[in-house]
C-alpha cells in the first residue's frame, strides 16, 4: 500500500524541516500505528534520519537498504546517514562493492549490514521465451544502453569507443534508450563524432523490452554503478553485457562468461572489447544464453525477496524478545 503525505520541496531547507522537524515524524509514527506496522525498512536518503526517528519513537526495529555509496561519499549528507545507520537494527547492500565502500567509511556497521542483491524479472513473459534468440544475425552489431542520460552513466565514453569501432571497420550500432540532463550535450557529441547514423535516441520508453530484444548486446560506460539493474534486466533477457569494471558491474559481468568486461575504463579498453564482441555473433549468442542462466540462479526478484522475508522476521522476533 502507498500512502501519501503530499507534495514536498526538494531542497536541503526542505530536507532538515522533514527530517528534524515534527510534523513528518508525527504523520509517519500515526501511519505505523494505524497499520500495525512491525518493521521500518528505510531505503532512500531522505527517509534515513525521518524514519528512524519515528521507529526508535515507536520501539520497532528499522532496516536500512544501501542502494547507492552517495551517502558515503557526500561530506553534506554523511553526517545524517551516519547518525541513522547508527541506530538502525540492520543493514543491507545491494552489492558487495557497495558493502565494501560503505565499511570503509562506517567499519563499526560490519556487524549489522549483509549483502542481499537487487533481483529483476525476465523482461519477457513465460510464453514468449522466443523473443529472447531475436538478436539479429546480419546487418550491424547492435548495441543497447538502458538508463538515465545524466553525468554518472558517462555516456560519452561509449561515443568515443563506438567512433574508435567504427573506424576500425566494424560495422556497429547504438540505441540509447532513456532520458536526462545530458541528452542535448550527448546528441551533438553523436553529431561532433559523426555518429548520426550510427547512434539512436529512442527518449524514456516506459517497456524498453522490444529495444533490448533486437540488440546484439548490452552496453555500459559507466563512470559509478553501484549494481547495474538495467544490464541484469538486459542478462535476464539473454543478452551479454560489455561493460567498464566500475562499482558492482564486474559482480555481473564474467568476462568470457556472461559478457566483456573492459580492461580499464578508457576508450580504447571499451573499444576493444566492443569490437571482440561484435566479430563473432554466436559467441554473442552464447555468452547471452549464460548470463541469463547466471542471472536465473542469482538475482531473481523470487531469492531477493526470500531474503528480505528472512532479515525481517529475525528483526520481529528479536524485537518482541527485548520486549518481553
Known amino acids: 500500500q502507498v500512502h501519501d503525505a503530499g507534495l514536498v520541496r526538494e531542497n536541503a531547507t526542505g530536507y532538515l524541516h522533514r527530517a528534524l522537524g515534527g510534523s513528518a515524524t508525527d504523520w509517519l509514527q500515526s501511519l505505523i500505528r494505524r497499520q500495525s506496522i512491525t518493521v521500518v525498512h528505510l531505503h532512500t536518503f531522505a527517509s534515513q534520519v525521518l524514519g528512524t526517528r519515528a521507529a526508535r519513537a515507536e520501539g520497532l526495529p528499522v532496516l536500512r537498504t544501501e542502494h547507492s555509496t552517495r551517502v558515503y561519499r557526500n561530506h ?7 547518525w541513522s545507520l547508527r ?3 540492520a543493514a543491507v547492500a545491494v ?9 570503509a567509511r562506517a567499519p563499526w556497521a560490519a556487524a549489522k549490514m549483509t549483502v542481499i542483491p537487487n533481483g529483476v524479472a525476465s523482461l519477457y513473459p513465460p510464453n514468449s521465451v522466443g523473443v529472447v534468440d531475436s538478436a539479429g544475425t546480419a546487418g550491424p ?7 538515465r542520460l545524466e553525468p554518472r552513466k558517462g555516456l ?9 569501432v567504427r573506424a ?18 550527448l546528441a551533438a557529441e553523436t553529431q561532433r563524432l559523426g555518429l548520426s547514423h550510427a547512434v539512436t535516441f529512442h527518449g524514456f520508453q516506459s517497456d524498453p523490452s522490444p529495444l533490448v530484444a533486437r540488440a546484439d548486446a548490452a552496453l555500459s560506460s559507466a ?27 564486474p559482480e555481473l559481468v564474467i568476462d568470457g562468461q556472461t559478457g566483456w568486461l573492459a580492461a580499464n575504463r578508457s576508450v580504447e579498453a571499451l573499444a576493444a572489447a566492443m569490437i571482440d564482441a561484435a566479430s563473432d ?12 542462466a547466471f542471472v536465473t540462479q542469482r538475482y531473481t526478484r523470487t531469492a531477493m525477496l526470500a531474503q528480505y522475508q528472512s532479515v525481517y522476521e529475525r528483526l520481529t522476533e528479536e524485537s518482541r524478545a527485548v520486549s518481553v
Open 76 to 82: 553534506a549528507c554523511w553526517p545524517f546517514s551516519r
Open 87 to 89: 541506530r538502525v537494527d
Open 95 to 103: 552489492s558487495s562493492y557497495v558493502r565494501r565502500v560503505a565499511l
Open 141 to 147: 552489431f547492435r548495441f543497447v544502453t538502458v538508463g
Open 156 to 164: 560519452t565514453l561509449a561515443l568515443a569507443a563506438l567512433a574508435r
Open 168 to 185: 576500425a571497420g566494424v560495422d556497429a550500432v547504438l540505441d540509447i534508450v532513456g532520458d536526462g540532463q545530458d541528452r542535448e550535450a
Open 223 to 249: 563512470k559509478e554503478e553501484a549494481l547495474g539493474l538495467a544490464l541484469l534486466e538486459a542478462m535476464a533477457a539473454a543478452r551479454p553485457v560489455v561493460a567498464v569494471p566500475i562499482g558492482g558491474i
Open 281 to 292: 555473433r554466436a559467441r554473442a549468442r552464447y555468452r547471452g544464453q549464460q548470463a541469463r
